[in-house]
């Protein structure tokens, strides 16, 4: 199986709505185009795998600077590898991706979230496997306040 990684393009987005859907969180098709544009710029970037020009994959990151010291962090926002393709490597290349790119502009590290009920799918496991350590439980706690009623489902 040859695998393709690209940037997203709005060419894209339809191939992309299944994907994201996988994660269980619902988007059209005119939202996503209004998110894909906000990773067209010089900090943040999406990157879809592909099997015969056929999207399988996608990673989107965000770079920021942090407020209160010098470094800069990147987080990984969105990654997904369709269920059929999981365990076959697309995921590792994917976040070489999100590394690479981390480390081009400057950052301290690249972190993401990942909810307790993607333990039971393994995600945990394959992001220990890839060096990404568990630090929440130990050193923070994750807290969120909905500003406006949220659409979908609460993530």
Same mark, same amino acid.
């Given at each position: 199986? !040859?695998?393709?990684?690209r !940037?997203?393009?709005?060419?894209?987005v339809?191939?992309?709505?299944?994907?994201?859907? $996988?994660?269980?969180?619902?988007?059209?098709?005119? $939202?996503?185009?209004?998110?894909?544009?906000?990773?067209?710029?010089?900090?943040d970037?999406?990157?879809?795998?592909?099997?015969?020009?056929?999207?399988?994959?996608?990673?989107?990151?965000?770079?920021?600077?942090l407020?209160?010291?010098?470094?800069?962090?990147?987080?990984?926002?969105? /990654? /997904? /590898?369709?269920?059929?393709?999981?365990?076959?490597?697309?995921?590792? $290349?994917?976040?070489?991706?999100?590394?690479?790119?981390?480390?081009?502009?400057?950052?301290?590290?690249?972190?993401?979230?990942?909810?307790?009920?993607?333990? !039971?799918?393994?995600?945990?496991?394959?992001y220990?496997?890839?060096?990404?350590?568990n630090?929440?439980?130990?050193?923070?706690r994750?807290?969120?306040k909905?500003?406006? $009623?949220?659409?979908?489902?609460v993530?």
């Amino acid at each position: 199986m !040859k695998i393709k990684i690209r !940037k997203v393009t709005l060419c894209d987005v339809k191939a992309l709505l299944p994907l994201i859907s $996988q994660l269980g969180y619902p988007i059209s098709e005119e $939202q996503l185009i209004a998110r894909l544009a906000l990773y067209q710029g010089y900090n943040d970037a999406a990157w879809v795998a592909l099997v015969d020009e056929k999207p399988i994959g996608v990673i989107a990151v965000h770079v920021y600077d942090l407020f209160h010291c010098t470094e800069r962090y990147s987080r990984i926002v969105t /990654v /997904v /590898v369709d269920a059929p393709y999981r365990r076959l490597g697309v995921g590792k $290349q994917l976040l070489a991706y999100a590394e690479r790119h981390a480390k081009e502009k400057g950052c301290t590290a690249l972190e993401l979230t990942s909810s307790l009920k993607r333990l !039971k799918y393994g995600a945990h496991d394959f992001y220990d496997s890839y060096g990404y350590n568990n630090h929440g439980e130990y050193e923070s706690r994750y807290f969120r306040k909905f500003l406006k $009623q949220k659409e979908g489902p609460v993530i």
